[in-house]
């Protein structure tokens, strides 16, 4: 009976040493996990991504190359969520959760909205995406070292979805349905 009590004693105190370890290395992540929520059009619109650094790495063309699907950030793939239905590009995409993934080019890039969730980013499967959609492109002046999404009100969309790293930032506009 006592090595049972002391068996559970000891699964009971490995579990809490899991659960500290566990906290303790997401939080010394290199790539942090972060979110980019706004209200537009009185909805919350939210991504969930990792934000890698530079770290005076050569990023766009080099670790991420042209013409080839990125995960979109680091670690668990990037997703977006929404509770009611976006017209993105040309394409109405229900409420719920999806996850994203870009093809980044030099003079444009893609996002791709995939139906699978919860893989990890370099999970990819082509036949699980929903649509393709090109997103407009720009340099900016001044070094973006962590990767940041950030989802605002659009000027002549309800939204946008902006990119960026290094030096460049890619922008998509959206629109939530009337329906």
Not at 80 to 106: F, K, M, Q, W
Not at 157 to 171: H, K, P, Q, S
Request: hydrophobic residues 40%; glycine residues 8%; negative net charge.
């Amino acid at each position: 009976m006592k090595a049972t009590g002391r068996a559970i004693r000891l699964g009971a105190f490995g579990a809490v040493c899991l659960f500290a370890t566990t906290e303790s290395l997401d939080a010394q992540r290199a790539s942090p996990m972060e979110y980019a929520r706004a209200t537009i059009a009185g909805h919350p619109i939210e991504v969930q991504y990792g934000r890698p650094s530079t770290r005076g790495r050569e990023i766009f063309g080099a670790l991420v190359p042209y013409g080839s699907v990125w995960r979109t950030g680091a670690n668990e793939a990037t997703h977006l969520r929404s509770p009611v239905d976006l017209v993105i590009g040309e394409v109405r995409v229900a409420a719920g959760e999806y996850t994203l993934y870009t093809i980044p080019d030099e003079d444009g890039w893609t996002l791709i909205i995939n139906t699978q969730t919860g893989q990890w980013g370099t999970a990819y499967d082509e036949r699980e995406d929903l649509v393709r959609v090109p997103m407009a492109v720009e340099s900016t002046s001044e070094l973006v070292e962590r990767f940041t999404i950030s989802v605002r009100e659009g000027e002549d969309t309800d939204g946008v979805i902006v990119l960026e790293w290094e030096r460049t930032r890619a922008i998509l506009a959206f629109n939530v349905s009337a329906e």
